[in-house]
């Protein structure tokens, strides 16, 4: 059976800075829902494609800085 490249693993966006924006209930660090950071370990190489093509959208409208308090 041939090897499919749809098959191959696709890592985790996740950046370590994990907290949901309470406006838009994405997490700050990765831009993932709540739902699609449960589900990655699940989710098929072509599902995870499909929300990695997603995240550079919402993170060009939606500031990493926006929802934390930056006193500096």
């Known amino acids: 059976m041939a090897q ?3 098959a ?3 890592e985790s966006p996740c950046r370590k800075i994990c907290r949901l924006d ?7 660090g990765c ?4 739902h699609e950071i449960a589900q990655w370990m699940f989710l098929t190489p072509v599902q995870r494609r ?6 550079h959208h919402r993170s060009v409208s939606v500031p990493p800085e926006r ?5 500096q």
């Open 4 to 6: 499919n490249d749809n």
């Open 8 to 10: 191959a693993p696709i």
């Open 22 to 28: 309470p406006i838009t209930r994405l997490c700050i």
């Open 31 to 34: 831009k993932r829902t709540r």
């Open 50 to 55: 499909a929300i990695m093509a997603t995240l």
């Open 67 to 71: 929802s934390v308090n930056s006193s």
